[in-house]
């Protein structure tokens, strides 16, 4: 059975230059089975209700700016799955959750950028499920647990976003910077409260962790980590890094 995983997948320019954690991410796509699907939560679609990307074909959304042309010649071609789609569809409002279909989404780079290092090919079908940010890590773990079984189906669960993500404090002109304690500590925190499956602290984390609103001012980019935990529970660690002195790149999966 496939885990669910959580990605970092930190700037764009992470497609251009790998690193340590494109590394981690090829070693990862050949530990796995094959998956038939990837479905994947970014942090960068957020939405104000439950959508679900069901076109065959979407197109590769460059939704950034000011970065080198390379970077927005890259293309991620891989198909869509309308089908499947209606099948998701269904295991949510099955759930309690409504979700509509959305024929028009592009991929943002939250999909596209990690799945090129994962799956550099684009032959597996992919579809992208919205992010209700203002329901929370709870409304998170209810879509993960809702979607868990897809795992045992050959489908690939990925929430794609950041462990930390402060942009307005990071160290732009070094990414080797030496990690700020408020960021390690709150990564670290996280970890221990993943390791334990502790729940009520998780879905609590913006009270009780340390330096949680300084990590995540808002929290677009840590929600997906919920969905992907709730979807497979045991968690371990296939990376785990800082750049630019407070940017998170971790990666986790649950089995």
Do not use: K
Request: glycine share 8%; with cysteine.
């Amino acid at each position: 059975m496939l885990p669910s995983l959580f990605i970092s997948h930190g700037s764009p320019m992470l497609a251009l230059h790998p690193g340590a954690s494109g590394q981690a991410l090829q070693r990862l796509a050949q530990q796995l089975p094959r998956p038939q699907a990837v479905l994947v939560v970014s942090a960068h679609w957020e939405s104000s209700r439950l959508l679900l990307g069901s076109a065959a074909q979407p197109a590769t959304w460059h939704d950034f700016h000011g970065f080198p042309p390379a970077l927005y010649a890259l293309d991620y071609p891989a198909p869509g799955a309308p089908q499947l789609a209606l099948v998701i569809q269904q295991h949510l409002l099955d759930a309690g959750l409504p979700c509509a279909l959305d024929a028009q989404r592009p991929r943002d780079h939250g999909v596209w950028v990690p799945l090129r290092l994962l799956y550099p090919l684009a032959d597996i079908p992919v579809l992208q499920l919205s992010l209700p940010s203002a329901g929370g890590p709870a409304l998170q773990w209810q879509i993960g647990q809702a979607l868990a079984g897809l795992r045992t189906h050959g489908i690939l669960l990925i929430g794609s976003g950041s462990i930390t993500h402060n942009l307005q404090e990071l160290d732009w002109q070094d990414a080797e910077a030496t990690v700020a304690p408020w960021a390690e500590q709150f990564r670290d925190w996280m970890v221990q409260r993943l390791e334990d499956y502790d729940r009520p602290a998780l879905l609590d984390y913006r009270q009780q962790a340390p330096h949680a609103v300084r990590n995540h001012p808002s929290e677009e980019h840590l929600l997906p980590l919920f969905f992907a935990c709730a979807a497979g529970q045991r968690f371990s660690s296939c990376h785990r890094g800082f750049s630019h002195a407070a940017l998170g790149m971790d990666i986790y999966r649950f089995d």
